[in-house]
């Protein structure tokens, strides 16, 4: 059975802070695998996909990273706006499947 | 504007009450998912209809039916309530076959069996 797990479950920053996230997986026949930011009362918004080992990609602050056991997400510079949990996911099968990891919140103080 | 909308945006109930959540994309995606997501956060599939055609069914009770009278439309329909269905189902959607598989999210239904 497809696994996903995040780390750390919660992370608090200080504003400026760098940081990186985890995604570690076992799975058989990653298709890809995803990043998605939640806020507090709101459905997952999609961040990234990555497809094979050595993509990365980036959107302003944030960087995702592959490799053929985990994903990073890379935080430069956080700002308090960045706070919210982030999922990871994974792409698996024939029928668009996707198995999500248990999230890391993420806090950026000032 | 909205691109995935489910209807309530909450919903409190009795024990052994049926209900019904809606689920609605303008996107054009021919796929739609149904998520449930507990108190710890984690998103687990349900349920996914591409074309009105049921193609995964995770083990969830049979007391929860899909129904999606077209592809624009999925609803979830759940008999005989019970505490351990408190949670929020969201609904997503998306193209099978695209380049770009993301999955589209709506806002959440939160439901609350009592």
């Known amino acids: 059975e497809d696994q996903v797990t995040q780390s750390p479950e919660a992370l608090r920053l200080q504003e400026g802070e760098s940081s990186s996230l985890n995604c570690s997986y076992t799975?058989?026949?990653?298709?890809?695998l995803f990043w998605y930011r939640q806020d507090p009362g709101k459905g997952p918004e999609f961040l990234f996909t990555?497809?094979?080992a050595g993509e990365e990609k980036e959107k302003e602050r944030l960087k995702a990273t592959l490799t053929k056991k985990e994903s990073f997400l890379h935080i430069t510079a956080p700002k308090p706006e960045d706070s919210a949990t982030y999922l990871c996911?994974?792409?698996?099968?024939?029928?668009?499947?996707?198995?999500f990891g248990t999230g890391t919140q993420l806090k950026v103080e000032l | 504007d909205t691109a995935v909308s489910q209807t309530p945006k909450y919903l409190v109930t009795q024990m052994g009450n049926d209900k019904s959540i809606k689920c609605e994309q303008n996107?054009?995606?021919?796929?739609m998912y149904w998520y449930k997501q507990d108190s710890k956060k984690f998103l687990k599939i349900m349920f996914s209809?591409?074309?009105?055609?049921?193609?995964i069914n995770e083990t969830v009770p049979n007391r929860f039916s899909p129904k999606s009278p077209d592809k624009a439309h999925l609803n979830l329909h759940i008999n005989s309530l019970e505490l351990g269905d408190s949670a929020v189902y969201f609904c997503?959607?998306?193209?099978?076959?695209?380049?770009?598989?993301?999955?589209?999210f709506g806002p959440g239904t939160r439901l609350t069996v009592l």
């Open positions: 996911a994974v792409l698996t099968g024939g029928g668009n499947k996707l198995t």
């Open positions: 799975v058989s026949g990653l298709r890809g």
């Open positions: 990555l497809y094979s």
């Open positions: 996107l054009g995606h021919d796929t």
């Open positions: 209809y591409n074309n009105k055609e049921l193609i």
């Open positions: 997503a959607s998306n193209n099978l076959a695209g380049i770009y598989n993301e999955q589209f």
